[in-house]
């Protein structure tokens, strides 16, 4: 009776132990799988812009979704994307599209320093006909300066790769740029 009751206690004492190791590796394993996404994710921001304009026979359209990983408080690392049409009426249509890389630096929180490397297919047809038309690639380098509050920075940057060629009508450029 001694050894049946010493079979029990102890097959009870390897159920235990067994329930015990089984519960342990279950909630590491949840740990692990639920907080590595959220920490990836929670460092992501998503921004972007939309244009519209229109005019006396021009119609300018854009769309320029972005996204960033901020690294930390200072640096952040994004890609985005962009398509912008252009058409004034008897003279041109044109379509651009591409994608850029950003980075920002802020050295303080009220402060952003960006560089922006931007590259654009530009297809411009400069008549009705879509006969005589230009197809070419638009790179710039845009360094940024802009005042910062909150997802909000307000600023300029300059083109330096700028040349007679170039589709923007000048070297500077002010911006507003809303991450959330």
Do not use: C
Not at 25 to 41: D, I, K, R, S, V
């Amino acid at each position: 009776m001694a050894k049946k009751r010493l079979f029990e206690v102890t097959k009870s004492f390897l159920a235990l132990i067994a329930l015990f190791f089984a519960s342990a590796l279950f909630a590491q394993q949840n740990t692990m799988y639920t907080t590595m996404p959220n920490q990836f994710w929670r460092n992501v921001q998503f921004g972007g812009g939309l244009g519209l304009g229109f005019g006396s026979g021009y119609t300018d359209i854009s769309l320029a979704p972005s996204a960033i990983y901020n690294f930390n408080e200072y640096v952040a690392l994004g890609l985005g994307v962009q398509y912008k049409y252009l058409k004034q009426r008897d003279f041109f249509a044109s379509h651009l599209y591409g994608g850029s890389v950003i980075g920002l630096f802020n050295p303080i929180p009220e402060i952003q320093l960006s560089a922006e490397l931007e590259q654009l297919r530009v297809n411009v047809n400069l008549d009705e006909s879509n006969s005589d038309s230009q197809n070419y690639w638009n790179t710039g380098l845009f360094i940024g300066l802009g005042y910062r509050s909150g997802n909000a920075t307000i600023g300029g940057r300059y083109n330096v790769l700028t040349d007679k060629n170039n589709i923007y009508g000048s070297a500077f450029m002010p911006f507003i740029r809303v991450y959330f």
